[in-house]
């Protein structure tokens, strides 16, 4: 019987990770849905009307619940990736547009575009936890993944501003090319790369030193890049290329272009497999999911979504 | 109380500068034109966004509003400044520019094309001139022959590229909807905010060097903007139709290859 109970324990205490779904979940803007996709078949399998406008996506560390911010209803609608049904939703005020959730306290950091600031949540309350001041048209978020450090991007004072956790307060602020859109962090939170919308770059900071290292023109008037994401073995840094119809695939030492992946208009959103093998875009024109071979880096199948797909994370 | 803390503040700020750099960099601009315009409300909201900026970077801008008559002082060296923007009429400007051949002196009302003709290397033409404004609309009317709209620099109703985030703002922070010389008014602080915190440093020729370089800055219309040869800034030009944004120049498939080019003069007249 004490065996049993041990074992029960045991068992409750692993059962904070909810069995993976293998699914890709993707925000639709103009359909107001989100579009559920099976990672084994490359089918839509569910769509889920979740309101108006959902734009930023995010899973809770332990895989129990899918976030999606409603801009259009300021609101975080909460979904079961098992269920396919929403749960609850809590208020966030404003128009909320992109968020990350941090991988150890689980909160959600979300960027608040017309009151110059970053907000923390925590999900399972709805209890706002911070307000952190930042530049003008806050945008992007990215956090280490040891939870320490937020990146949140000023998108019209053009600066990365580094936050400290769980200080909540900005300890450095990096000024980079006009309109910065995305950034995201190597594993072991050294480096942060960072996209440029209308500067059309990315740039490498050492974290640091919170240096510019490397910056990376993409080269074209068309590149209006956003997501930014590491393969696995973080030796490639793909970068999604807007007008220009392309994933970027970068060398993440040195930012030299290495490939150009063609993909479905207006690619937008970016979302690596947790086994790194996928990559998945959102093709906001299009209409689309391409599915990206991260071995050969080609495109291995389109998934057609709802209107403007926008924003995409997966639950495995 | 109120005494413990003000003897306090001393304390604090000789703390604060023991850190490299936390000195802000005090940046001084000057407008200089009539007051209660929408192109001084651009330059207030332009400012209060730089400051945004300047509290994390290190910087502290300030606007002295000066009468038009200014036009015909020296504003260089004493008055400190970093770089003019004037909302004035064609003489008085080109006059202002002349007697201040070492300030990056910005045009935000005046469109006259003579002006860019004129080459004045300090004269910054951030409001798009009389030429660009129709080619724009000779562009769209090629498109649309039976359309009246009329080319703007800028309209309150656009959304688009960040647009409506930079018209709520305006619109809450100064209480008129923003207008084309609001928008160049705008411009102007923040494009002199975005080279001061790259350079750190506020000298007015070596901004002016700047400012004549690779700029890249945002304008909030969805393309990067630098200036011209014959110092205008390079720019896309709304189509508005009875209160409505109904086009972008350059019209895709009219402009071709030459893009923002298309529109208006870039070069220098040969002397």
């Keep these: ?316 | 109380m109120k005494r413990s803390i003000l003897t306090l503040i001393p304390l604090l700020l000789g703390l604060y500068s023991l850190a490299p750099g936390a000195e802000p960099l005090i940046v001084k601009l000057a407008y200089v034109g009539e007051p209660g315009t929408s192109a001084l409300a651009g330059v207030r909201q332009g400012l209060s966004e730089a400051n945004v900026q300047g509290r994390f970077l290190g910087q502290e801008y300030r606007l002295e509003v000066l009468p038009p008559a200014a036009a015909e002082q020296d504003l260089s060296g004493e008055g400190g400044f970093a770089a003019v923007i004037a909302a004035l009429p064609a003489p008085a400007l080109l006059s202002l520019a002349r007697g201040n051949p070492d300030l990056p002196v910005f045009n935000i009302t005046a469109r006259e094309d003579d002006l860019r003709d004129a080459c004045l290397p300090n004269l910054l033409h951030v409001i798009p001139s009389e030429r660009m404004l129709r080619d724009a609309e000779a562009q769209w009317r090629r498109k649309h022959p039976d359309s009246g709209a009329r080319a703007h620099a800028w309209d309150e109703h656009f959304r688009k590229y960040a647009a409506s985030q930079l018209n709520k703002r305006f619109r809450e922070d100064q209480g008129i909807p923003m207008d084309d010389e609001a928008w160049a008014g705008w411009a102007a602080a923040r494009m002199v905010a975005d080279l001061v915190a790259r350079r750190q440093s506020a000298d007015p020729e070596g901004l002016l060097a700047a400012l004549r370089g690779r700029i890249d800055f945002d304008g909030q219309k969805g393309v990067k903007m630098n200036f011209r040869p014959n110092g205008q800034l390079s720019q896309v030009i709304f189509l508005v139709e009875n209160g409505r944004v109904v086009g972008e120049a350059p019209v895709r498939g009219v402009a071709g290859a030459a893009g923002l080019e298309s529109l208006g003069k870039s070069e220098c007249p040969a002397s």
């Design chain 1, 1 to 316: 019987m004490r065996f049993i109970t041990t074992l029960f324990l045991a068992l409750l205490s692993l059962g904070v990770m909810a069995e993976p779904t293998h699914r890709v979940f993707v925000t639709n803007e103009k359909s107001n849905d989100v579009s559920v996709i099976d990672a084994k078949s490359n089918r839509v399998i569910a769509t889920i009307p979740v309101g108006k406008r959902p734009r930023g996506i995010g899973i809770a560390p332990d895989g129990s619940e899918v976030y999606v911010a409603v801009s259009g209803e300021d609101k975080i609608v909460v979904l079961d990736p098992k269920e396919l049904k929403i749960t609850r939703e809590f208020g966030v005020g404003n128009d909320p547009e992109t968020f990350a959730v941090n991988p150890k306290n689980g909160y959600i950091y979300i960027s608040k575009e017309d009151d110059a600031k970053a907000e923390v949540y925590d999900p399972k309350t709805g209890a706002l936890i911070a307000e952190i001041p930042v530049g003008l048209e806050p945008e992007g978020v990215a956090i280490s993944p040891d939870g320490s450090k937020v990146i949140v991007t000023s998108e019209s004072t053009n600066m990365l501003h580094v936050i400290a956790v769980p200080e909540h307060r900005v300890v450095a602020n990096i000024l980079v090319g006009a309109r910065p859109r995305a950034a995201t962090f190597n594993r072991d939170g050294t480096r942060a790369y960072a996209s440029s919308e209308i500067g059309g770059e990315v740039v490498e900071v050492d974290m640091a030193s919170h240096e510019i290292v490397h910056r990376q023109p993409l080269g074209s008037d068309k590149a209006k890049p956003k997501d930014v994401v590491l393969s696995k073995d973080e030796k490639l840094l793909y970068v999604a290329g807007g007008r220009l119809n392309k994933v970027m695939v970068l060398d993440a030492d040195s930012l030299e272009i290495k490939k150009a992946i063609p993909v479905g208009k207006r690619v937008w959103g970016l979302a690596l497999s947790r086994d790194g093998s996928r990559l998945y875009t959102t093709d906001g024109v299009s209409g689309t999911v391409s599915v990206i071979d991260t071995g050969k880096n080609e495109v291995i199948a389109t998934i057609k979504v709802g209107k403007f797909p926008w924003g995409i994370a997966i639950d495995d």
